[in-house]
């Protein structure tokens, strides 16, 4: 009796602690389907849900059925059994302009109008059943529905009386990868390139449906495969043949394949003399590629193309412009369906203007002058992805142009690999700002969703973190900037602190503690690494090349617009760069509202001083302290936030899978010292201009400024 108790005693708590057993490597993202912890719910789901029922067949619907069966299994902890004609208590996936099924079904009527990416989600009762139908126009939209679905589950929200439609507002949602075909990853921090470049096309990695799926699961529906510092390689046929073996993939999950197309591929692959794009071989030899790519992959993209810019060539190499260059590619792609993606990201040292203002100059007199299917491409900000720049003046500039939005995952300058930032914020804020460009309301998200200008494409692209590491992102809480990205893409009108939720609760958790005190530290993650590396407006003082850490005093090296004096302009009187009409009048790029705000002292909001406003040291701020301490105070705010967030992250030791508390755990304590390392570097080295004393209640830094100008990192990741 007694060793029988001790055994069933032994087996119980082999099952209770067996989480505790299992270690997590962060392969599975957001997509763990563990086994839902709330019995309630548990009990519920699974009196609601007890068949599977996916009418038609396509490779989409399969990979639908396979998803539904393997999440269902795993979140109920019990096999469901796929039938063929409904029963009480199915759940029906299916594609409502196929399904006979459905069409018997009192569905909403609202289904025929959604468009074709979106879905329903509805609980019905027919002939005496409960049932629960996933369906779409479409099978990828059936598809979206299906990890919508499974997200409510993850989630561990009711699924009694569903009733959801959902469709992206905008078309194209891409992410961009910065990948060379060498398998580094410029500014990648995760490991390798994920594309075994020369293993395909025969060898298929199971990354690239497990990839796939992820993305999917998110909405994201186009790959950028290539960096935009292109190589031509990437075109030859035996390339394209690898191309298209990703592109077989990837369709399965609803995602398009595109590449970067460099403009002088016609002279490195093609033994033309000439790139130019008014040449008629030229124009002859895209089109032969196009059409040689669309015989591979016929529901290729189409082109991302940086030209003229930092070294690209580009259409100005023959005198002609962006709109000459887009073009040509555009009616090569055009008889195909496949669009341009052309970057506004162009700058140039030989012209002596505020580089803030160049993407603008060059391209607002061409608004109008691009072909149907090209959309032009801007980063969020004037300049380059910094922690935090004000929204790119061409939003609103460009209204005969379909602008996309380009944000950067990967964290170049944003703690690289092993910084915890959650972007959400940074992407909301952008989305969210007023351009005014059609009066009040005209925000940057209604410019590129389209709905402004009524254009009928739109886009927005990620600019990716993903590489070979197990757990795809290199830091865990990479992957939920990844996910924000896709959620956003889709929806953004979601907030921040809602896909924070969804995430946490999917990856670590739906423990409430779990969840609010991880929320907790991601949304006040991006604000105090604004604090330790760039506050109150500051921008462009990283270190040279690798952009990693801090260096304000990089100078004399041979482009002015990539040193870090050129953007701060510290001296002995004051420290800023003048926009306003009396400086480079940047300012004067944005709608009378905005300029008037950016422009004045009184209303341009503290997190844009120094990048409009050149100001004394002993400027009063509007908290009554000099512009020196107020500085002082948020370089060593940032650090005491990080220090905030590795107690609250301690604090959740018996709640988190061990390897990745521990994972978490060594990256916050990297980021806490490259935190004070930022403070301190640049507190120091401002200090040489100011001259006034670090206020007296913070410690003082340990180091000499010498000390950090003399570090060197001839080995930093993502170069
Ligand atoms: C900069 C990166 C550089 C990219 C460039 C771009 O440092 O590696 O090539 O952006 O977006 O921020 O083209």
């Known amino acids: 009796m007694k060793t029988s108790l001790l055994i069933t005693t032994l087996i119980i708590s082999f099952f209770i602690n067996r989480t505790n057993l299992y270690s997590e490597d962060g392969y599975r993202l957001w997509l763990r389907y563990d086994k839902v912890t709330n019995k309630s719910l548990l009990k519920s789901y699974t009196t609601q849900i007890k068949y599977l029922l996916v009418d038609n067949n396509s490779p989409t619907l399969s990979a639908v059925k396979e998803e539904l069966q393997n999440g269902l299994t795993g979140l109920l902890g019990k096999n469901i059994p796929v039938i063929s004609a409904t029963k009480n208590r199915t759940v029906i996936a299916s594609n409502y302009k196929k399904s006979k099924i459905l069409k018997e079904l009192s569905l909403s009527p609202e289904i025929s109008n959604i468009p074709d990416d979106g879905y329903l989600i509805q609980t019905l009762k027919h002939k005496g059943n409960d049932i629960i139908v996933i369906t779409s126009n479409s099978d990828v939209g059936v598809m979206y529905g299906t990890f919508e679905f499974l997200r409510l589950l993850q989630t561990q929200k009711p699924i009694t009386n569903l009733k959801i439609i959902s469709y992206p507002k905008i078309k194209l949602r891409i992410l961009n990868h910065w990948d060379n075909l060498n398998r580094t990853v410029e500014r990648g921090y995760a490991g390798f390139s994920i594309w075994d470049w020369h293993k395909l096309p025969d060898y298929i990695d199971t990354r690239y449906k497990d990839y796939a799926r992820a993305n999917a699961s998110i909405g994201i529906n186009g ?21 298209a073996a990703l592109a077989n993939v990837f369709r399965t999950y609803g995602i398009k394949v595109y590449l970067t197309a460099r403009f002088s591929a016609p002279i490195e692959i093609g033994n033309l003399k000439t790139a130019d794009p008014l040449n008629e071989d030229v124009r002859q030899w895209w089109k032969e590629k196009v059409k040689e790519i669309y015989s591979l992959i016929p529901d290729f993209g189409g082109f991302l193309v940086k030209a003229n810019s930092e070294g690209q060539p580009g259409p100005q190499n ?38 803030a203002k160049q993407a603008y100059n060059e391209f607002k007199p061409l608004d109008g002058k691009f072909k149907k299917n090209v ?70 998200a209604k ?39 896709g959620r956003l893409a889709w929806n953004h009108e979601l907030t921040s602190e809602e ?64 040193t870090s004096v050129y953007y701060h302009r510290a001296d002995s009187n004051g420290i800023g760069f003048d926009r306003t009409e009396k400086g480079s009048n940047a300012v004067s790029q944005y709608y009378p509202e905005v300029a008037e705000i950016f422009s004045s002292l009184e209303k341009c909001p503290d997190e844009y001083l120094l990048w409009f406003h050149h100001l004394p040291w002993n400027y009063k701020m509007k908290s009554g302290n000099t512009l020196w301490e107020e500085l002082c105070y948020h370089y060593y705010k940032g650090v005491e936030g990080v220090k905030e967030t590795i107690n609250i992250w301690k604090s959740l030791e018996s709640k988190i899978d061990k390897d990745e508390f521990e994972h978490v755990k060594m990256l916050l304590n990297i980021q806490l010292k490259e935190a004070i390392w930022w403070r301190n570097a640049c507190v120091l080295y401002f200090q040489t201009f100011s001259k006034m004393p670090i206020p007296n209640e913070l410690e003082k830094p340990d180091k000499s400024l010498e000390y950090y100008m003399n570090l060197n990192f001839p080995y930093a990741p993502g170069i």
């Open 375 to 444: 959309l032009i491409q801007v980063k969020n900000g004037p300049i380059d992805f910094q922690p935090r720049e004000p929204f790119h003046p061409l939003f609103g500039a460009m209204p005969n142009t379909p602008l996309m939005m380009e944000f950067q995952i990967t964290q170049e300058y944003l703690g690289q690999g092993t910084h915890l930032v959650y972007l959400a914020t940074l992407f909301k804020e952008c989305l969210e700002s007023d351009t005014y460009c059609k009066g009040k309301g005209s925000t940057v």
């Open 223 to 243: 790959t950028v495969l290539t960096n935009v510092n292109a190589n031509a390689w990437v075109l030859t046929h035996d390339y394209l043949l690898k191309v």
């Open 499 to 562: 896909v924070a939720e969804e995430w946490i609760r999917q990856t670590f958790s739906n423990d409430n503690e779990v969840v609010s005190k991880i929320k907790t530290i991601m949304l006040k993650s991006r604000e105090d690494c604004v604090n330790y590396m760039t506050p109150l407006g500051l921008h462009h003082i990283m270190g040279w090349n690798h952009h990693y850490g801090p260096a304000p005093w990089i100078k004399d090296k041979h482009r002015d617009d990539w």
């Open 318 to 355: 023959y005198g002609r412009s962006h709109a000459d260059g887009a073009n040509m590619l555009a009616e090569a792609l055009e008889p195909y369906g496949g669009v341009v993606m052309w970057r506004a990201f162009v700058y140039d040292n030989n012209i002596p203007e505020d580089r």
């Open 447 to 485: 410019v590129i969703d389209g709905s402004l200008d009524n254009h009928s494409i739109s886009g927005i692209a990620g600019v990716s973190n993903i590489g070979t590491d197990r757990n795809w992102t290199g830091h865990l809480f990479g992957q939920a900037n990844w996910y924000a990205f």
